[in-house]
Structures are given as C-alpha cells and as structure tokens.
Nanobody, 114 residues
Framework: QVQLVESGGGTVPPGGSLRLSCAAS????????VTWYRQIPGKQRELVAG????????TYLEQVKGRFIISRDDAANTVSLQMNDLRPEDTAKYYC???????WGQGTQVTVSS
C-alpha cells in the first residue's frame, strides 16, 4: 500500500521559515516527478513546486520563486520543500503528490500569522 506522509507544517510569523518533508512508503520516488500543491478551503488546489526525477530544473509557482526550494533525497526516499520569507498568503494545506500515479498525501497545514 502506497502512502505519502507530509510533515513539518506549523504556525510561523511573516518572514519565518518552515521545511516540509514528504516521505513515501510502498513506493520509491526515484526517477519520478514529484510535486507540492497547496489548497485553501473553498479554492482550487494550486501547484507550488515540482521536481523532475533527475532533480534538474525544478519548477515553481511564480509567487514563491526565490523563496521556496524543492529538493529530493532519493536515498532517504523523501522530497522536501524549504519555505523562506513566508507570507500570510502562503497559508494553506500543503500536499505532496506523484501525479503519474495519482498518489497524494494527507497534507500538512501551514499558517503564517503574526
């Protein structure tokens, strides 16, 4: 059974940082494109960042470019999202996914508030 488990969410003040992690069981991330999405209640889920199987040329939502960094550790079978200079508009539930197989985690809440 495949499980993606996100961790690292929390509440931080504006300008703060968080590092989200996605760990897989029953599945190996290696060679697959992995993405982070976020969703606010009542709004559509939006793609925040994606990283190809070889780790080259990650893609980012325009609003997070220069602040977020997606990375992968295939040895540990994890994909991370380093989020810096967080803003209130980054508040959302963040999900990791492997779209090719429609695998999704349960999400981790990020709240940016003073």
């Amino acid at each position: 059974q495949v499980q993606l488990v996100e961790s690292g969410g929390g509440t931080v003040p504006p300008g703060g940082s968080l590092r989200l992690s996605c760990a897989a069981s029953g599945f190996t991330f290696k060679n697959y494109y992995v993405t982070w999405y976020r969703q606010i209640p009542g709004k559509q889920r939006e793609l925040v960042a994606g990283i190809p199987g070889d780790g080259s040329r990650p893609t980012y939502l325009e609003q997070v470019k220069g602040r977020f960094i997606i990375s992968r550790d295939d040895a540990a079978n994890t994909v991370s999202l380093q989020m810096n200079d967080l803003r209130p508009e980054d508040t959302a539930k963040y999900y990791c996914s492997v779209l090719m197989f429609d695998y999704w985690g349960q999400g981790t809440q990020v709240t940016v508030s003073s």
